[in-house]
């Protein structure tokens, strides 16, 4: 299949940073929430390299933000996840499965308290929205849920610390992962989170405005010239060495989150108010009977995976991957996928049914990175 | 700005059909509700011709259904609309503005009515199922709201009578317009509706399990060869010719449904239940105080918007232009835009601020085919 083309409409809609990012010679784009996610600039690879030895700013204003606001913000808030949001302060990022009634994921957002009354939830590819607002009907909350015109543009990289301080200053090294400041930008506060799609450490800044998105990324650009700053995206050989899920390519609304090894961020007991924590109880006590591993293909460069790649034991489907790319620093095939219980455990060998046909692989016991 | 790439993954859904339209040429794609919509394959201007000359088979798996079952499933679907569905017939498709509690639209698709207890919604461009799912849980209703595995294949064009007869036999054209038949194909009885998102003709096959994708496809291809059948997509051209809207596009949840020109869809008053009702009661009786118009763009040929283009009248701006395209029948650039009401009155001429400078304008009385 050679590459297509992507149609560019006005429902991909731009974000505050397409004018640099198209200046900054992007080759391709997923469509994510609607909107325009560039994936490559150089190639994957050199893409790669350059965010694991220097610094990138990454145009994802396509993790939209719902905001829920009103007296009933912190009980809807919690009505979505079983992560326990009680003890939850402001100025905190927590990661959230969000579920439906049958503990099927919604989305796998970061989600930010900014006031007792106040949330923005950051969402991965599905109109979470839809789903908030329409429970806030059905329930008649006292909420207001909106998408407010804010924009997260990320910091990624090693060198991401020392260019984030150049241009908000040395508050920024006393943020703690998961955690954000509010710092001054062009006389307006901006929050800044330690927190990105990546392992290679970085910040989020939620640019809150649309026209402060191309000074913030000019201040970003001259500031970091002598890091060899340059534009990137999430890059899919580094994601899937760190084990990073992807919602709608590794889990789907089939999927509980502790099939998605997310079952340290449910405190499904104590998470009262969870729409989804009846369906949730059992599997958090008896476990899941899939999961997301890490796995090791072996052979030549496969090309990324469009749809599921069964994955057999002998003559039987025990699984499937969902992601797949050729790792240059572990010169192998780095994938993720759905393993049964029976064959999960670290070391199992298996087999995979790729489009260049039957190749061995492992599981892992961890991520790549 | 050149055009970019799509980097193609599991969460850019592949189709039932998706081989086969890779095995035609496709040249391009759009994402829509998570999959793939192909939107080229020998260019648009050439579609487009034949499109309006001979007949197509479109790849249109991305109108995903919503299928709403249950003792509750009338009232909910009510819900949703202004459209009144009190005398809807099992066998009927509705064109149906969706709107939220404000009266903002939230999705224009097509429903049909499967059984009294039993609807498919064919959804445009939003995760309309996280709203319907949204509002069933927090009402407590008695309904299941799942995804089938259900792909819309259209065929489109002149002779799409002729060969859609072919394949599913005589009674193909006594299907009236908006009105389905279950017509069999390979033992299997499929909805075959006549409709579609051209004014070329047409029909909308619902392929009932993706194992039928690929025989339905070819047996189109088979039958049709004499009529000179080939693979096409919505085409951007004859779609703004004929006025049909495209949600996200030319219309989001900022605009009510007389907002768009969907007035005579919506029975407010008697639509009893629709959670929009209140919102729109006074709009219903008012009228807006903009609307969408089809518009004709002096000048050479423009590149199709990716953003809103401004309309001025004088110094004020007047509107907002959402789609553009040059049409070599009318040569001439068809647009449509969101235009105040004191400038709709067909023959006023408006300046539209495109990035090739501005340019004159008229409002139209109606589309133009």
Redesign the interface.
């Known amino acids: 299949?050679t590459?297509?083309?992507?149609?560019?409409?006005?429902?991909?809609?731009?974000t505050p940073f397409s004018r640099r990012v198209?200046a900054s010679g992007?080759?391709?784009?997923?469509?994510y929430n609607?909107m325009l996610l560039p994936?490559?600039f150089e190639s994957i690879e050199a893409d790669y390299h350059h965010l694991k030895t220097q610094v990138q700013i990454w145009d994802v204003a396509c993790e939209r933000q719902i905001e829920v606001r009103g007296p009933d913000a912190a009980r809807l808030v919690q009505m979505l996840t079983p992560r326990d949001l009680g003890d939850m302060d402001t100025g905190q990022c927590y990661y959230t499965p969000m579920v439906?009634?049958t503990g099927g994921m919604?989305n796998d957002p970061l989600t930010l308290k900014r006031a007792e009354d106040r949330y923005w939830i950051s969402v991965a590819?599905?109109?979470?929205l839809?789903?908030?607002?329409?429970?806030?009907?059905?329930?008649r909350l006292d909420v207001a849920v909106t998408e407010p015109d804010v924009s997260p543009l990320a910091i990624q990289g090693p060198k991401a610390e020392e260019l984030v301080a150049r241009v908000f200053g040395p508050a920024v090294r006393d943020i703690r992962f998961f955690r954000y400041a509010l710092l001054p930008f062009e006389g307006q506060q901006l929050v800044v989170a330690r927190s990105g799609y990546s392992k290679q450490g970085g910040f989020e800044i939620y640019v809150d405005g649309s026209d402060l998105g191309e000074p913030l990324w000019d201040a970003l650009m001259i500031a970091g010239r002598d890091l060899e700053v340059r534009a990137g995206g999430p890059n899919?050989i580094e994601r899937i060495e760190a084990g990073l899920l992807?919602?709608?390519?590794d889990m789907t609304r089939e999927n509980t989150p502790h099939e998605c090894g997310l079952g340290r961020f449910c405190q499904t007991r104590s998470a009262i108010g969870c729409?989804g924590r009846d369906a949730l109880l059992r599997v958090a006590t008896e476990g899941p009977v899939r999961q997301i591993r890490s796995i090791d293909i072996a052979g030549d460069a496969l090309a990324?995976?469009?749809?599921?790649w069964p994955v057999f034991a002998g003559a039987s489907q025990i699984g499937h991957i969902?992601?797949v790319a050729w790792s240059p620093d572990f010169t192998t095939n780095v994938a993720l996928g759905m393993i049964a219980r029976s064959h999960w455990q670290a070391g199992t060998a298996i087999e995979i049914a790729t489009p260049d046909g039957m190749r061995a692989a492992v599981v892992r016991e961890k991520s790549f990175i």
Request: aromatic share 10%.
């Open positions: 299949m590459t297509p083309f992507l149609s560019i409409s006005r429902r991909t809609r731009q198209t992007v080759k391709a784009y997923t469509v609607h994936t490559v439906d009634e919604l590819d599905s109109d979470l839809l789903w908030i607002k329409g429970l806030a009907y059905g329930l899919l992807s919602y709608g390519n729409v990324p995976c469009a749809e599921l969902s992601s």
